[in-house]
């Protein structure tokens, strides 16, 4: 799973880092993504879940509110093909 970490940076240098990294873990055939955005104000929170939404191919992961999980990260499953169909892709 890749660990995408914009806590604590500006907004557009959060978001440019955030889409660059989603779309090498895409291409990588990662299936999860977890984005530590920390808690703060929610503003980048909000941005990361945003961005997510408007991907085709990513979708939000509910996680179990029995669990106790980060609360300053976000679980993001990959909809992407296997890693064998993407590196034959590559070539």
């Given at each position: 799973m890749r660990v995408i970490r914009i806590r604590q940076m500006r907004y557009e240098e959060a978001r440019i880092k955030l889409e660059r990294e989603v779309h090498e873990a895409f291409m990588d055939g990662e299936s999860?993504?977890?984005i530590l955005h920390g808690i703060g104000e929610g503003i980048l929170r909000r941005m990361a879940i945003d961005y997510v939404e408007s991907c085709d191919f990513l979708k939000l992961v509910e996680r179990d509110p029995l669990i106790r999980t980060n609360p300053g990260s976000t679980l993001v499953e990959v909809l992407a093909p296997?890693?064998?169909?993407?590196?034959?892709?590559?070539?």
């Open positions: 999860y993504i977890e296997s890693r064998e169909y993407i590196n034959r892709l590559k070539k």
